[in-house]
């Protein structure tokens, strides 16, 4: 209901009558879209009472109003605005602009540091993503019905005492993280956040201060880079190859400068999908205990393993505590759960959380309720073992598409794991231009690309396969063959 008594201002010593001034008033509420077609209006008692008026006088502004087919009167159900507005009358009409239609006249961070260069536009049947799950895999009844008793839990319970998050998924998730990663740690050491980029945002915030050295991979996870740009942070780019981070590199640039925080994806690297070799992540390893540095280890999707198991993650090795380890549930569930976390020291954490109140105060409890009791009954283990066997069919399937269509144009190398494939164009074929042609074609590339500007020379792209039905990845193959060779 709105503030009538804020909204009419009623002016006794005016020789218009009271009844026409509120009617006026009425009207303009109307035209401005403030009471639109069909709202409720207050009864004339209700009405009368907050304008310290007879309800009398408000009977009279709704006969009017009615009379004029502005309002509608309903038996027994009170006065609503007409669902058929009159034209408007010239002696009460003045358009009003809604102010957030303007620019405003106050300054602010337009974040111009942050490009995207992937393709908003979804109107095509196929897209190409950055490498996210098939959510049509998911085991709806199962979630469905873990969802209704954990929003019965919720409601029936008093949640106040949950500042952050729920106890009982942290205890899941401890264990379903101590079975599959092989990290030593406590109830203590997890923290649960709304995806891995929050957790991101959170541990570079409060380490990265403007000036500090940051060291990423070249090419990186670009937003990653936007975010220690925006912080101030002077980024020292090393290079990955088929084995992921040159180490020797690095150990060259921490025996000159002092690096503040390395930011590093061992597992499928993002964009590129390498694995980080063993003898590489043992040498980082030493470096980290040598030099001491912060180091953000991004496991975004290490659970997406084809053929065997995983490398288990740098944090899982000797750090003293110098690595903030950073995953997700969401890769493996997909966008609906934004369910994130980070390991890392009492100490560390214990800044973290406040840092957290002051964006966001409370975790999903229903959410993080239903994914407990899925780790609990083994239901998410499952899922993981049959999207893992599909998603690999999947990247077979694309290789062998490659293979067959694309051989002449491409170069790539296939993943171990993961949800995308790291696709490059021979530098002859430019493949912003063809990115373009096969959006006019029928498919939309909304994965990140590596083609302008300083990325140019990479001249490549995620092919994002998990998501996809068989159909649509050899359509999307089909496409791209035929615009290459239209252009070429």
């Known amino acids: 209901m709105l503030p009538y008594k804020n909204l009419i201002i009623i002016d006794k010593n005016s020789e218009v009558p009271i009844y026409k001034q509120i009617s006026l008033q009425f009207i303009d509420l109307i035209q401005e879209g403030k009471l639109l077609p069909g709202s409720k209006l207050p009864s004339t008692r209700s009405l009368a009472l907050d304008l310290h008026l007879h309800r009398k006088t408000i009977m009279a502004v709704y006969e009017t109003l009615v009379s004029e087919d502005w ?9 609503i605005v007409s669902p058929n507005l009159p034209v408007v009358r010239p002696r009460s ?10 620019k405003g006249k106050f300054d602010f961070d337009r974040r111009e540091i942050i490009h995207f260069t992937f393709n908003t536009d979804s109107k095509n049947n196929i897209i190409i993503d950055d490498g996210f799950p098939d959510t049509s895999l998911l085991p709806f009844t199962t979630i469905n019905k873990e969802f209704r008793k954990s929003l019965d839990k919720v409601i029936t319970k008093d949640n106040s005492k949950y500042v952050l998050d729920s106890a009982g998924f942290k205890n899941s998730l401890q264990t379903f993280l101590n079975q599959t990663r092989g990290i030593d ?11 891995g980029q929050m957790a991101i945002y959170l541990a570079a915030s409060l380490i990265i201060k403007p000036g500090d050295k940051v060291v990423v991979t070249d090419p990186s996870y670009f937003i990653a880079d936007a975010l220690f740009e925006k912080l101030g942070a002077d980024i020292i780019r090393v290079p990955v190859d088929d084995q992921g981070m040159r180490t020797d590199i690095l150990e060259d640039i921490l025996k000159k400068q002092n690096i503040k925080l390395i930011y590093v994806i061992p597992h499928h690297h993002h964009p590129t999908t390498v694995t980080m070799s063993v003898e590489r992540r043992n040498h980082l390893l030493e470096l980290i205990n040598i030099y001491n540095p912060a180091v953000i280890e991004d496991d975004y999707d290490y659970d997406f393993q084809f053929k065997y198991d995983p490398y288990l993650p740098l944090a899982s090795g000797d750090h003293n505590g110098n690595i903030i380890y950073i995953g997700s549930l969401t890769k493996v569930l997909g966008t609906p759960f ?27 409890l229903i959410i993080e309720q239903t994914v407990a009791a899925m780790i609990n009954s083994g239901d998410l283990a499952r899922h993981i073992q049959k999207t893992n066997k599909i998603y690999s069919q999947r990247c077979d399937l694309l290789c062998n598409l490659l293979n067959e269509e694309l051989n002449d144009y491409i170069n790539y190398s296939k993943p171990s794991g993961g949800l995308a494939l790291w696709l490059t164009f ?16 029928g498919l939309s590339v909304k994965s990140n690309f590596y083609c302008t500007g300083k990325n140019a020379h990479y001249n490549s792209f995620r092919f994002g396969f998990a998501s996809m039905e068989e159909k ?14 239209k252009m070429y």
């Not at 740690?185 to 995806?195: A, D, P, Q």
Request: aromatic share 10%; glycine share 4%; charged share 30%.
């Open 93 to 102: 009409y003045h358009k009003k602009i809604s102010p957030f239609s303007t």
């Open 426 to 441: 021979k530098p002859k074929y430019e493949l912003s231009k063809i990115i373009k042609h096969t959006h006019e074609n």
């Open 472 to 485: 649509k990845i050899r359509d999307a193959v089909h496409i791209l063959k035929n615009s290459v060779k």
């Open 185 to 195: 740690f406590s109830f203590e050491n997890l923290f649960i956040t709304r995806g």
């Open 71 to 79: 309002i509608d009167s309903q038996p027994r159900k009170g006065y």
């Open 338 to 364: 934004r369910l994130g976390y980070m390991i890392a020291t009492e100490e560390f954490l214990a800044a973290v959380s406040k840092l957290r109140i002051l964006i966001d105060l409370k975790g999903d």
